[in-house]
T-cell receptor, first 115, second 108 residues
Framework: DAGITQSPRHKVTETGTPVTLRCHQT?????MYWYRQDPGHGLRLIHYSYGVKDTDKGEVSDGYSVSRSKTEDFLLTLESATSSQTSVYFC??????????????FGPGTRLTVL | GQQVMQIPQYQHVQEGEDFTTYCNSSTTLSNIQWYKQRPGGHPVFLIQLVKSGEVKKQKRLTFQFGEAKKNSSLHITATQTTDVGTYFCAGGGGKLIFGQGTELSVKP
């Protein structure tokens, strides 16, 4: 498996609290992604990064923000968690954004429950 | 926006039977990727198809990319219990759009 870790792996929080999930890679890949996975919806892109301090929105970005201050770390923040953000969150990395080397390698996931 | 639809959502087969999942896009895709996710695990990259009409095989798995580059399929011959999991297609150039996945269960 690619060198990708996510922390925490499990978290239970209350509505209205801020939450930050961390993704760390040791592959020196340029692209990093945050997805959420919900039954019946597959994987939906929240935000992605194409370099340090370079980020863009995905299809379900409302209520989420990201930051990437170092190549190896990509943070996902829920400013004020809501029950609709209960989900499994996956981080992924890829060497490039398109073309031959854009296959994505996924981290183990973080299960977040918002009560 | 671009959508990638995948059918069926669930498939239950007897071990030894064949299995096929289909992926359709509302727009032409530059490439299609396939991933497998075991129960409780994370998605794992299987293959990427780029050319119109391309067919690739990995042991008992056969992947096809349609001539119009708007559809794709994954066929598993003679399923085994190790094939259990959810299979996702994902299309696009930059930002991948994932299908909803097909969950395969195999009865021994």
């Amino acid at each position: 498996d690619a060198g990708i870790t996510q922390s925490p792996r499990h978290k239970v929080t209350e509505t209205g609290t801020p939450v930050t999930l961390r993704c760390h890679q040791t592959e020196n890949h340029r692209y990093m992604y945050w997805y959420r996975q919900d039954p019946g919806h597959g994987l939906r892109l929240i935000h992605y990064s194409y370099g340090v301090k370079d980020t863009d929105k995905g299809e379900v970005s409302d209520g989420y923000s990201v930051s990437r201050s170092k190549t190896e770390d990509f943070l996902l923040t829920l400013e004020s968690a809501t029950s609709s953000q209960t989900s499994v969150y996956f981080c992924a990395i890829s060497e490039s954004g398109r073309g031959r080397y854009n296959e994505q390698f996924f981290g183990p996931g973080t299960r977040l429950t918002v009560l | 926006g671009q959508q990638v639809m995948q059918i069926p959502q669930y498939q239950h087969v007897q071990e030894g039977e064949d299995f096929t999942t289909y992926c359709n896009s509302s727009t032409t895709l530059s490439n299609i990727q396939w991933y497998k996710q075991r129960p409780g695990g994370h998605p794992v990259f299987l293959i990427q198809l780029v050319k119109s009409g391309e067919v690739k095989k990995q042991k008992r798995l056969t992947f096809q990319f349609g001539e119009a580059k708007k559809n794709s399929s994954l066929h598993i011959t003679a399923t085994q219990t190790t094939d259990v999991g959810t299979y996702f297609c994902a299309g696009g150039g930059g930002k991948l759009i994932f299908g909803q996945g097909t969950e395969l269960s195999v009865k021994p």
